[in-house]
């Protein structure tokens, strides 16, 4: 063996049905005192019961998929006008990236509290779009200094979105395969997170409001986060993040789309992880069992259906070959791009 990992420094707290009284303890831990609330309004149900809890001086609801800059631009000014010292987010990963957007140039610590199994709660991964291009990096300071996992936050998301959020996270699993800073220990807890999403998904898919399926679900998402922050954006990743800027397409269905494609593009040149996501699987082959378990969950298959055009295939290719990593385990092309690209957006089946 011969590489470096790195093990980003987070306290994880999982405080079932008691998230108001857990981010009170991680603020207080902090020696905090003024709390900036980052949340949509649509989240307002399950805000209240923790803002009741906290020191709050500032409730900011202007949250926008994918973190268009003019808005971390305001809710940065919100946050220097506030005098917060801490930021808690409750929400999805767009709700989540507007905090690390605030933390990237105010350098406020972050307590998050994810509503979904989007994972940016675990990374050290920032995004910001401006125009039609989303823009990502790396930056420390981005990272929250504590997660709270309720399942009990979970239990009225909708079904639909329970499972495009869920193979968001498998999506992080299977990256981190061969992510361009992928190392052993990355794959182990990819393949342990595959197995914790494959168990738990199915379960929340059947019952929303299950507890015991929801928090195997958030065990696997959080392993899939960890280890893609430390291996980096993958194929997968790099062609999601261009087509959400460049169409504005939903984060977590684009992910759940794509992921079939890549995994099938990927996999024959990549046989350590295909031993390893089938294993995770309980299948013979990797996108066997990643078919076996769309099929149960009725993935969202094309993604024409989520607002792509036809025309944003050839539009996309370009960028995606700057972007994709030259170590992908098969090497691109304009061709297989395309041809990957094409199948996605008709929904066929990946071979």
């Given at each position: 063996m011969n590489f470096t990992h790195e093990t980003l420094p987070?306290?994880?707290v999982f405080a079932a049905s008691s998230a108001a009284e857990a981010v009170a303890a991680e603020v207080a831990a902090l020696k905090c005192s003024r709390v900036m609330l980052i949340a949509s309004g649509r989240?307002?149900?399950l805000v209240d019961p923790i803002a009741k809890k906290l020191p709050v001086v500032l409730r900011h609801e202007d949250v926008v998929m994918h973190v268009p800059v003019e808005v971390a631009v305001r809710a940065r000014e919100a946050a220097e006008t506030s005098g917060a010292d801490v930021l808690v987010s409750v929400g999805g990963g767009s709700t989540t990236g507007l905090a690390k957007a605030v933390a990237m140039t105010t350098g406020l610590p972050i307590i998050a509290v994810p509503t979904t199994y989007a994972g940016s709660?675990?990374?050290?991964?920032?995004?910001?779009?401006?125009?039609?291009t989303k823009t990502t990096g790396v930056d420390n300071k981005v990272l929250p200094a504590s997660i709270v996992y309720d399942a009990s936050l979970l239990t009225s998301l909708p079904g639909k979105m329970t499972v495009a959020s869920g193979l968001n996270a498998m999506a992080h699993c299977v990256d981190s395969m061969w992510g361009p800073?992928?190392?052993p220990i990355d794959r182990a807890l990819a393949q342990e997170g595959i197995?914790?999403?494959a168990e738990g998904l199915p379960v929340v898919a059947a019952d929303p409001a299950s507890m015991a399926g929801i928090e195997q679900t958030l065990y696997g998402a959080y392993l899939a986060a960890v280890a893609f922050a430390?291996?980096?954006?993958g194929m997968h990743h790099k062609i999601c993040h261009v087509l959400g800027g460049m169409f504005n397409l939903p984060h977590a269905q684009t992910h759940a789309v794509v992921l079939p494609y890549v995994l099938a593009f990927n996999s024959p040149n990549a046989a350590d992880a295909d031993v390893r996501i089938a294993t995770a699987f309980g299948s013979?082959?990797?996108?066997a069992g990643l078919a076996a378990l769309r099929k149960t969950l009725d993935a969202p298959r094309a993604l024409k259906d989520f607002g792509m055009p036809e025309s944003g295939i050839e539009k996309a290719v370009a960028p995606l070959l700057r972007a994709i990593p030259v170590n992908n385990p098969t090497?691109?092309?304009?061709e297989n791009v395309t041809a990957l690209l094409r199948a996605a957006w008709e929904g066929s089946e990946p071979a």
């Open positions: 987070q306290r994880v989240e307002a149900g709660e675990a990374t050290s991964v920032w995004g910001l779009t401006e125009g039609e800073r992928s190392d197995r914790g999403l430390s291996a980096g954006s013979p082959t990797a996108t090497p691109v092309t304009h």
